[in-house]
C-alpha cells in the first residue's frame, strides 16, 4: 500500500510544476488558490493552481500538452477532465500516494476571482493581482444577487417535494431534500457573513447562533414527525436569512411567496 505523500513531497511537487510551467512562453502566469496559495491548511490540503494562457492563444493546445506531460511525470489513481467552453478546460486527478492536485487552464478574461485567498506564483503581462482585485470586487456585489435570485426563483421545489415525499411516507427522498435545503440555508447565511460555504468549505465559523439553529435541522431520527420538524426549521431558517440578504442588499422581497411556502407546510407537512 502506497503511504499518503508527506507536506515535503506536496511542496516539492508544487515547486516542480511551476517551474515546469514558468518555462512556457505560452502560458502568461500561474495563480495559487485555496489553501494553495495559504501554504496549504494541512497535511490533507491539496494543490490547486489557476493556469493562464497568452490572451492571443488557443487553450486546448496548450492545456492539453501540459496534461500529457504531467500525466506522464506522476501515477495517478485516478483523474478526470472537462472543458467548459473553448476557453477553459479543467484536469483533476489523484496521485497514487494521495496527494490530489487540480489544474485549471484558462484565458485572462475567463479568470474571475469568486473567493480569496490567491497568490501569484508567476505573471508574465504584470496585471494578475490587477484583474484578481477588480473581478474580486464586482463578484463581492453580482454574485450574491445571482446566486440569491437563483435560490430563490426554485426555493418552492425542493419544499413542495419534500413535503410531498413525507405525505408518501418516503423517508430517504424526504431526507435528501431536506439535505438541499439546509445547504440552501446556508449558502444565503454564507451571503450575509461574507463566509466561502462553497463545498461548507467554512461553514464552522459562522455565526453560532446560525449554527445552534441549523443543528436543529437535523432530524433526531427517521421518523416522519422529526423529518417534519427538521424540515420546519430548515425553512424557517432559511427565510430569516432571506430577509437579512434583501435588507441588507437592497433586493426585491420575497415576502408574499415565504407566507405561502410557510402555511403550505404548517397545513400538509
Not at 2 to 31: C, K, M, Y
Not at 120 to 149: C, K, M, S
Not at 189 to 217: K, S
Amino acid at each position: 500500500m502506497a503511504e499518503l505523500f508527506t507536506p515535503e513531497r506536496r511542496v516539492e511537487i508544487l515547486e516542480n510544476l511551476l517551474i515546469f510551467l514558468q518555462t512556457d512562453d505560452q502560458i502568461s502566469g500561474v495563480v495559487l488558490v485555496g489553501s494553495t496559495a495559504d501554504n496549504f491548511r494541512d497535511t490533507y490540503s491539496d494543490i490547486n493552481l489557476l493556469v493562464v494562457v497568452a490572451d492571443t492563444l488557443p487553450v486546448y493546445p496548450i492545456y492539453h500538452k501540459w496534461k500529457t506531460r504531467f500525466t506522464a511525470l506522476y501515477s495517478r489513481l485516478s483523474s478526470y477532465e472537462n472543458g467548459r467552453d473553448g476557453d477553459n478546460y479543467h484536469f483533476g486527478c489523484l496521485l497514487d500516494n494521495y496527494l490530489g492536485l487540480e489544474m485549471e487552464f484558462l484565458k485572462l478574461e475567463k479568470l474571475i476571482a469568486k473567493r480569496k485567498p490567491w497568490k501569484i506564483a508567476f505573471d508574465r503581462v504584470g496585471n494578475l493581482e490587477t484583474h484578481l482585485e477588480r473581478t474580486y470586487a464586482e463578484e463581492q456585489i453580482a454574485a450574491p444577487i445571482r446566486e440569491y435570485t437563483r435560490i430563490m426563483e426554485t426555493i418552492w421545489l425542493p419544499i413542495m417535494k419534500c413535503v410531498a415525499a413525507l405525505r408518501r411516507e418516503e423517508i430517504w427522498r424526504a431526507l435528501y431534500l431536506l439535505e438541499e435545503l439546509r445547504d440552501k440555508a446556508v449558502q444565503i447565511a454564507g451571503m450575509n457573513h461574507g463566509i466561502d460555504t462553497h463545498g461548507f468549505t467554512a461553514v464552522d465559523y459562522l455565526p453560532e447562533m446560525f449554527l445552534v439553529h441549523l443543528r436543529h435541522t437535523i432530524p433526531t431520527s427517521t421518523s416522519p414527525p422529526a423529518i417534519r420538524r427538521a424540515l420546519k426549521t430548515a425553512v424557517v431558517l432559511l427565510f430569516r436569512e432571506a430577509v437579512l440578504l434583501e435588507d441588507r442588499m437592497s433586493l426585491t422581497s420575497n415576502a408574499p411567496l415565504r407566507k405561502r411556502l410557510l402555511e403550505y407546510i404548517e397545513a400538509y407537512a
